[in-house]
């Protein structure tokens, strides 16, 4: 019930939301700087068969290995980082100074060494995604009790047994926190590498909807990654409250 009340507040703000958006573009009257929302739902139906057929796969592709290979890599680095205390002071900082790289600045440089092709996208996306995920699992992981290792310990427990049975239950919500925002963020690195450089995708659509000052155009495209992302949020949210809650039971 407390749900569904929290569902029915967050539709009727975002039905808030597309109201105040529509009376403000109908006050500046100049669709190509801002449409109304009614413009860009009539031309998202107009181009339904090249969003959803050709250019939205193409994003699709790109977000989907982009999180996969920072999964890996974020997964492998919080806890080599969790299991060894030098190394986690070696590879903290780098972690953290890989964030100050400004994405605009370096994604062209990987469409120079890596073309067109899917694989400069790709790398924009690891870049942004995998450090989340690193840094809020290698939390989870160290958010085990002192208490319960010194058990275990006691109990003739190796390192193995304490990681598998202690510290990988103890990070299993942190990880979806992680995956949650993950996600969103592995979107947007798909679309500003495809923003970039491209030959397909919705940010390359975006742009090329821009050069033609097609404000409903640019907004679409834009308006569909929203949708998307919310949509495989919602999904991992229900994953978590049945794994968390199966966590719980045991």
């Known amino acids: 019930m407390k749900t569904q009340k929290g569902n029915l507040l967050a539709v009727c703000f975002v039905f808030l939301l597309f109201i105040l958006w529509q009376i403000v573009a109908m006050k500046v009257n100049a669709a190509y700087i801002i449409p109304t929302p009614i413009e ?12 959803f057929g050709v250019h939205l796969p193409a994003t699709m592709l790109v977000t989907l290995l982009g999180i996969f290979i920072s999964l890996i890599l974020g997964l492998a680095l919080a806890i080599v980082m969790d299991a060894n205390s030098i190394v986690e002071k070696a590879l903290y900082p780098v972690i953290i100074a890989s964030q100050t790289i400004p994405t605009p600045a370096i994604a062209p440089l990987f469409v120079l060494w890596f073309g067109y092709g899917i694989w400069s996208k790709v790398l924009v996306t690891v870049l942004i995604t995998f450090f989340p ?35 990988i239950p103890t990070a299993i919500p942190a990880f979806f926190s992680a995956l949650k925002m993950a996600i969103p963020l592995s979107i947007i690195g798909a679309a500003i590498g495809e923003w970039l ?5 919705l940010g390359y659509f975006s742009r ?22 919310m949509a495989i949020v919602g999904l991992v949210t229900l994953l978590e409250k049945a794994v968390v809650r199966w966590h719980k039971e045991i």
């Not at 860009?40 to 969003?51: F, G, P, Q, S, Y």
């Not at 450089?197 to 995708?201: D, N, P, Q, T, V």
């Open 208 to 229: 090329r909807m821009m050069t033609q000052l097609d404000g409903a155009g640019v907004f679409a495209p834009i308006i569909l990654l929203s949708l998307v992302a």
């Open 197 to 201: 450089g491209a030959k397909s995708g």
């Open 133 to 167: 995920i690193t840094i809020t699992v290698f939390d989870g992981l160290k958010s085990s009790k002192t208490e319960m290792e010194e058990l275990l310990y006691t109990y003739g427990a190796g390192k193995r047994e304490i990681f598998m049975k202690l510290k």
């Open 40 to 51: 860009v739902l009539e031309k998202t139906w107009e181009l339904r068969e090249i969003l």
